[in-house]
């Protein structure tokens, strides 16, 4: 036999006629490697038996609770996954068709049936089976691909900034589980001149995370651009936060700066996030009195003051998510956390993006910077 069954599979067979069954469980007996056969008389008999153990199902046509596709709809919709040959006594080549056409993978006539034939239609079944999923499972990752792409480009928008004296950089980076998290930043220039700059981050990971996290980003940048950017901004925010979120627990930090338009100063907010650094004329820092207030999300009248920053002539300011200061560095592969941050930018002499995530290594968590300097005239 050239065709035959190498392994010990485990198969139902639903058929009625005690002589039909009697007949393909001999023929599978011939197999280099026999079957365990469970048996079913009925449909109803077969779904209490069709277990996460069953590799394959072998179903007759004319049960006596189901006529025609209706065992086989039944059988494939409890079990999506496993493979399914239809055995039919009925010398019509339609209904074994319209079988496949309904999702069996091949289909059989009992009376054309023999060892070899039987055997290699069972392993055959399989494998179509197998081929199904993967490619349904290659499906589903292009389009997981395609509307993370869409998330991730509300996440991270073209920025709206006119001006030529403000050097504009941002890197987004997911975390070492690739999966799509909602870390979000924007930056929008308003007709009076200021800049404005916001970089969030919403609890958690995955698709309603990042679906979120697109909200309130655009929701953050129509506020701005319709002259709202203090305490009617966060308050706005945090109403969309809790009508969108899908659970009570979802939270979202954030930290966002007005730099007013003669580039000299900046108003900031620092809601329940870390503190930005701050590069003024060759020294630092993190920005003091941070964080102003608790995230979004968690108190119903929280308040979030303003903290007045001095810029002066010559700076940089880097807004980021916590993923930055929660990567593992070093041999010991401890936390960087902020004062390491702020070691690893002087260190540096500068706050050079790329250097800094190259001398980071990989991270834990995703990550989403917004670096803004004022250019030398």
Sequence with gaps: ???NLSEALTLLLIEDDDGDAFLVEELLR??????????AR??????????????????????????????????LELAPHTAVLVLTGLRDT???????????????????????????????????????????????????????ARLQSGLLPVKLLRTDAIEHTTRYQPGSGGTLAGDFLDTVQTPDGAVHVVVGDVCGHGPDEAALGVALRIAWRTLVLAGQTGDTLLRTLDALLR???????????????????DLRHARMRVVG?????LLRDGTVDVVPGTPSGPPLGIFAEAEWPAIEVPLGEKW???????????????????????????????????IDLDRLLDDVGTLSDDLAVVLVSRRRR
């Excluded at 309904?102 to 009376?111: E, F, I, M």
């Design 30 to 39: 011939q197999a280099m490697a026999p079957p365990k056969i469970f048996r």
């Design 1 to 3: 036999m050239t065709e």
């Design 316 to 350: 940089s300011m880097m807004l980021y998510t916590d993923g930055l200061i929660e990567a593992a560095v070093g041999e010991r592969q401890e936390l960087l956390g902020v004062e390491g941050l702020v070691d690893l930018i002087r260190e540096h002499g500068g």
């Design 42 to 75: 009925s449909l109803r008999e077969a779904l209490s038996k069709l277990t996460s153990e069953i590799q394959c199902v072998l179903v007759d046509l004319s049960l006596p609770d189901a006529s025609r596709l209706e065992a086989l709809e039944a059988v």
């Design 94 to 148: 339609h209904v074994g068709m319209a079988a496949v056409q309904a999702g069996a993978q091949d289909y059989l006539v009992k009376q054309d049936v023999d060892a070899r034939l039987l055997a290699r239609s069972i392993r055959y079944a399989m494998e179509r089976k197998r081929a199904d999923l993967a490619q349904l499972r290659l499906m589903q990752a292009e389009l997981t691909a395609k509307e993370n």
């Design 243 to 261: 009508a969108e979120r899908k659970a009570p627990e979802i939270f979202t930090t954030l930290c966002m700066a007005t730099i007013a338009p």
């Design 273 to 277: 996030h870390p503190p930005p650094v």
